[in-house]
């Protein structure tokens, strides 16, 4: 019924057209139509239905002249014996396969099974491909190593990539079941377990929970994040063996063990992040060139010009003694001459030229005989610069550290540079990481960008240089140090924080306590606004919560005396409320510097109420301390300064007023003036009675 409009439809075009939509319903070898002239007379209408004998040809197909009858009786011969034989299925049930290349499956190359290996090896390879689904596998044959690895003697290594950290320590799990299926059991570095994983999953949740912020804000470094999975099977094939001696080739003894055999296979299964990261494939096969007879000098004199960091190559040169310093831009080389001795560098206009009066003599400091010697002058000469320019005033100190935009350096920076110079990296960064700080504090667009304060967090990793804690906590100090008018967005100074909070705990510095809160908190409060004016304070606040909420212990005089200056430069005085009532907190006592400072900072604000409420608040508070702080020398100074604020007249009144009748009295009895009186008890000499302070 659905066909007949169709037909209808074609009745009226012409014979192609009917014969093609006729050929759709029929099948491609099926028995051949036959024309109507070999049947018996039709209608009009089913001669028009019926399809005439088509040629191949092109030509032929939209001819409208009528085909000889031999011709269609050979077709219908031709097609009759093929329409006896099995049915074909029509197109429309044929099944193709897929030609979009993301739908064609694409079976990754498998890594070649070197020779003399454990039988395991191509099965390992086999699972860890097809049954755990690791990408990018890469077999390294370490087996040539001389001495051997760390991980085992004749080491092959297996390296995969995991697809996400779900994906990495389920594929670990199976694989260490797989493997103690067969026998073995492999160490696996690492791995969590189910219940590991989720119980550390909640503690992070909970954590992030009371910190206020989202599980994404935490560090990566939190034991959960592994990202690697080092998977090792141990020895295999490994057979006991008696001691023996071992001999050189020329019969000479060197000692005595057991001679290690068998096969270690380790597995080391990673993310695609964290593999990129680590490298691990270049370092082996360095690692195997460099051990190698033929290319070991020839690669160890490229390595050092072509990717070592410039401040990892050393300060003297490793030739024959004498040992001779090494001057810049000179490379090492096998040679049979004598060693050349440090020409005196010559003058430039930016370099540092002596006055007669400063110049060392010539047989003070021999750099060649003694260089310990040398270098501890350089580091006593930096020490003295040091002092000097942290006791210059802020106007100097910006002229002295070049940042007016003097075409020459002023002498104690030139001397600085100079001595710095000598110095091998590893002396040289703490004095460089002061004078970006110091560049940094001062406030101005000349100063140290944060690309400097970057360079020498990354030569700390990459030197290993030891510093103190008082350094990393200069350097979260100055990552929040930008002038008033710079564009650094706080998400990259808030990343090389987390960067410098990773080396302290990569390095077994603790991280959350006190001090680093403290110095983030006091570092965010001095730092100007910015466009991320409204973020920062979110970060500040969030720390603040965080500081109430760990129950840290009391962070002491000191850094209470830094965040109220960091507050009280913010206007923060609500938080600088908070941070006043923190030793009574911790029960501990408010000493007499402490309140000195207080009464400074109320008087130097000059803000009347503010002076009047730190008054009526910490007067007695200050009696009553244990022991008690009397006002008396500078503590009676700094209060009486803050008096004249809260009330200018109160002096004025006290020091001449002579308590006489009634309405004196009363006037020897206001807040401020009774309380002068009380500090200066000669100015109430001439009155009748003594102002006290019950």
């Known amino acids: 019924m659905a066909l007949q409009p169709a037909?209808?439809?074609s009745a009226a075009g012409c014979s192609a057209c009917r014969t093609s939509l006729l050929r759709l319903f029929t099948l491609p070898h099926g028995p051949a139509i036959r024309r109507a002239s070999q049947l018996s007379p039709p209608s009009r209408l089913s001669?028009?239905?019926?399809?005439?004998?088509?040629?191949?040809?092109?030509?032929?197909?939209?001819?409208?002249?009528?085909?000889?009858?031999?011709?269609?009786?050979?077709?219908?011969?031709?097609?009759?014996?093929?329409?006896?034989?099995?049915?074909?299925?029509?197109?429309?049930?044929?099944?193709?396969?897929?030609?979009h290349p993301t739908l064609v499956?694409?079976?990754?190359?498998?890594?070649?099974?070197?020779?003399?290996?454990?039988?395991?090896?191509?099965?390992l390879v086999k699972c860890v491909a097809e049954d755990m689904g690791l990408d990018d596998l890469n077999l390294m044959d370490l087996r040539t190593l001389d001495p051997p690895a760390a991980l085992g003697p004749s080491l092959i290594m297996l390296f995969g990539t995991a697809r996400s950290e779900r994906h990495l320590h389920f594929s670990a799990g199976r694989l260490k079941s797989w493997l103690w299926d067969r026998g073995i059991q492999a160490h696996a570095d690492g791995l969590l377990g189910r219940?590991?994983?989720?119980?550390?999953?909640?503690?992070?949740?909970?954590?992030?929970?009371?910190?206020?912020?989202?599980?994404?804000?935490l560090s990566p470094d939190d034991g959960v994040t592994t990202r690697w999975v080092c998977m090792n099977l141990g020895t295999i094939g490994a057979t006991p063996m008696d001691e023996t001696a071992f001999q050189t080739a020329d019969g000479k003894l060197t000692g005595f063990g057991v001679r290690q055999t068998g096969t270690t296979i380790v597995v080391q299964m990673l993310t695609e992040s964290k593999r990129r990261e680590l490298d691990l494939e270049t370092l082996w096969s360095r690692i195997l060139a460099r051990r190698g007879v033929t290319t070991m000098v020839e690669d160890d004199l490229e390595y050092i010009d072509s990717e070592t960091?410039?401040?990892?190559?050393?300060?003297?040169?490793?030739?024959?003694?004498?040992?001779?310093?090494?001057?810049p831009g000179q490379r090492r080389f096998f040679s049979t001459t004598s060693c050349r001795r440090l020409s005196p560098p010559t003058h430039s206009p930016d370099q540092v030229t002596?006055?007669?009066?400063?110049?060392?003599?010539?047989?003070?400091?021999?750099?060649?005989?003694?260089?310990?010697?040398?270098?501890?002058?350089?580091?006593?000469?930096?020490?003295?610069?040091?002092?000097?320019?942290?006791?210059?005033?802020?106007?100097?100190?910006?002229?002295?550290?070049?940042?007016?935009?003097?075409?020459?350096?002023?002498?104690?920076?030139?001397?600085?540079?100079?001595?710095?110079?000598?110095?091998?990296?590893?002396?040289?960064?703490?004095?460089?990481?002061?004078?970006?700080?110091?560049?940094?504090?001062?406030?101005v667009e000349e100063g140290d960008t944060l690309d400097s304060l970057r360079a020498l967090v990354q030569e700390l990793e990459l030197l290993g240089i030891i510093c103190q804690r008082d350094h990393y906590l200069e350097l979260l100090q100055a990552v929040y140090l930008e002038p008033n008018n710079s564009k650094v967005p706080l998400s990259e100074q808030s990343e090389l924080a987390l960067t410098i909070l990773n080396v302290m705990f990569a390095r077994g510095q603790p991280v959350l306590t006190t001090d680093v809160v403290t110095t983030l908190i006091e570092a965010l409060a001095r730092a100007p606004s910015s466009q991320d004016h409204q973020q920062q304070r979110?970060?500040?606040?969030?720390?603040?919560?965080?500081?109430?909420?760990?129950?840290?212990?009391?962070?002491?005089?000191?850094?209470?005396?830094?965040?109220?200056?960091?507050?009280?430069?913010?206007?923060?005085?609500?938080?600088?409320?908070?941070?006043?009532?923190?030793?009574?907190?911790?029960?501990?006592?408010?000493?007499?510097?402490?309140?000195?400072?207080?009464?400074?900072?109320?008087?130097?604000?000059?803000?009347?109420?503010?002076?009047?409420?730190?008054?009526?608040?910490?007067?007695?508070?200050?009696?009553?301390?244990?022991?008690?702080?009397?006002?008396?020398?500078?503590?009676?100074?700094?209060?009486?300064?803050?008096?004249?604020?809260?009330?200018?007249?109160?002096?004025?009144?006290?020091?001449?007023?002579?308590?006489?009748?009634?309405?004196?009295?009363?006037?020897?009895?206001?807040?401020?003036?009774?309380?002068?009186?009380?500090?200066?008890?000669?100015?109430?000499?001439?009155?009748?009675?003594?102002?006290?302070?019950?």
């Not at 219940?195 to 910190?211: D, G, I, P, S, Y």
């Not at 005089?557 to 200056?565: G, N, S």
């Not at 913010?570 to 207080?598: F, G």
């Open 538 to 694: 979110e970060l500040q606040s969030v720390l603040e919560k965080f500081m109430l909420q760990a129950d840290l212990p009391y962070m002491g005089e000191a850094a209470v005396v830094r965040l109220l200056d960091a507050y009280a430069a913010q206007d923060n005085w609500d938080r600088w409320w908070e941070v006043w009532r923190m030793p009574p907190k911790h029960l501990m006592p408010r000493s007499e510097a402490l309140y000195i400072h207080l009464w400074k900072t109320m008087a130097t604000g000059n803000h009347q109420r503010r002076c009047r409420e730190a008054i009526r608040s910490c007067f007695f508070e200050m009696l009553n301390e244990k022991p008690p702080v009397q006002p008396t020398g500078a503590v009676k100074e700094a209060l009486e300064a803050c008096i004249r604020v809260a009330d200018p007249t109160a002096e004025e009144i006290a020091r001449n007023l002579v308590v006489s009748d009634a309405r004196t009295g009363d006037i020897a009895q206001h807040e401020f003036v009774h309380m002068l009186r009380v500090l200066n008890p000669q100015w109430a000499s001439g009155s009748s009675r003594a102002p006290s302070l019950d």
């Open 195 to 217: 219940r590991e994983f989720k119980v550390k999953m909640r503690r992070r949740q909970r954590k992030a929970k009371l910190l206020g912020t989202s599980e994404t804000a």
């Open 47 to 99: 001669s028009l239905l019926l399809p005439r004998a088509v040629s191949t040809g092109h030509s032929r197909l939209y001819s409208t002249e009528q085909p000889s009858r031999t011709d269609s009786t050979e077709t219908g011969a031709s097609q009759e014996p093929t329409g006896s034989g099995e049915e074909e299925e029509p197109w429309y049930l044929q099944e193709e396969p897929p030609r």
């Open 105 to 123: 499956p694409q079976t990754q190359p498998l890594p070649k099974i070197p020779e003399g290996t454990p039988a395991i090896l191509g099965d």
């Open 7 to 9: 037909l209808r439809a």
């Open 354 to 443: 002596h006055p007669p009066h400063l110049r060392p003599a010539a047989n003070d400091v021999d750099t060649l005989l003694d260089p310990l010697k040398f270098l501890s002058a350089k580091t006593a000469e930096l020490e003295q610069l040091q002092a000097e320019l942290s006791s210059l005033p802020h106007a100097e100190a910006i002229e002295a550290l070049g940042l007016r935009g003097t075409a020459q350096p002023l002498l104690a920076l030139r001397r600085w540079n100079n001595a710095l110079r000598y110095l091998p990296a590893e002396q040289s960064w703490q004095f460089r990481l002061w004078m970006t700080v110091a560049r940094r504090r001062l406030g």
């Open 309 to 327: 960091h410039p401040n990892e190559t050393s300060m003297f040169s490793e030739g024959s003694s004498p040992k001779t310093m090494a001057t």
